[in-house]
């Protein structure tokens, strides 16, 4: 099984919600992902949790607030968000993100959340 | 700077032409390369994953090339097909970098019949 699930698939949201983004995967993977990809842009990495730790924040504002329950999941927690935030929100994952040798990230269907 | 670019930005062919698509990079060191495939509204699809030591990969009618020395990468199609409409993204990591991945602006491809 090399697949990355996220729910929901489309979300709606307005600036004063507090809502959650979700995202599974069973390849005993160790390292997940978090980017936010505009329309016509590559993914922009936002966050990396590494044996269920927080690794990598890439000065992502406070209103996103990722985590991490078990190494099989990864939430991403929206609260007070602008309309620039709406995009695809992907999901990846890893069989280690440590270490020198990169390994393949697999990628979620996104989630299309859209802020009004 | 680790940068990677892509070209062209846009291409359009018809049912059944090959095209090739183009990656140069400036990261260092380098780990490997990969080409992904997104079609519009999904994740990405790896289609090909190449370290430096190799310098040719095959998935299907996708073969992509590496040449490390001109820090170039190439992905050809053959015999395109309708569904080969997507965008595709050059992706280079550099090694101990923690997973972190250095995208292009990728090709956005579309194939009429």
């Known amino acids: 099984d090399t697949e990355v699930t996220q729910t929901p698939k489309h979300l709606v949201m307005g600036m004063t919600n507090k809502k959650s983004l979700k995202c599974e995967q069973h390849?005993?993977?160790?390292?997940m992902y978090w980017y936010k990809q505009k329309a016509k842009k590559p993914p922009e990495l936002m966050f990396v949790y590494s044996y269920e730790k927080l690794s990598i924040n890439e000065s992502v504002p406070s209103r996103f607030s990722p985590e991490c329950p078990n190494s099989s999941l990864l939430n991403l927690h929206l609260h007070a968000l602008q309309p620039e935030d709406s995009a695809l929100y992907l999901c990846?994952?890893?069989?280690?993100?440590?270490?020198?040798?990169?390994?393949?990230?697999?990628f979620g269907p996104g989630t299309r959340l859209t802020v009004t | 700077k680790n940068q990677v670019e892509q070209s062209p930005q846009s291409l359009i062919i018809l049912e059944g032409k090959n095209c090739t698509l183009q990656c140069n990079y400036t990261v260092s060191p380098f780990s490997n390369l990969r080409w992904y495939k997104q079609d519009t509204g999904r994740g990405p699809v790896s289609l090909t994953i190449?370290?430096?030591?190799?310098n040719t990969k095959s998935n299907g009618r996708y073969t992509a090339t590496l040449d490390a020395d001109t820090k170039q990468s190439s992905l050809h199609i053959t015999a395109s097909q309708l569904s080969d409409s997507a965008s595709y993204i050059c992706?280079?990591?550099?090694?101990?970098?923690?997973?972190?991945?250095?995208f292009g602006q990728g090709t956005t491809l579309q194939v009429k019949p």
């Open positions: 992706v280079v990591s550099a090694t101990g970098n923690t997973g972190k991945l250095i």
């Open positions: 390849m005993g993977h160790r390292a």
């Open positions: 990846a994952s890893s069989q280690d993100g440590a270490g020198a040798i990169p390994y393949e990230q697999y």
């Open positions: 190449m370290t430096f030591s190799e």
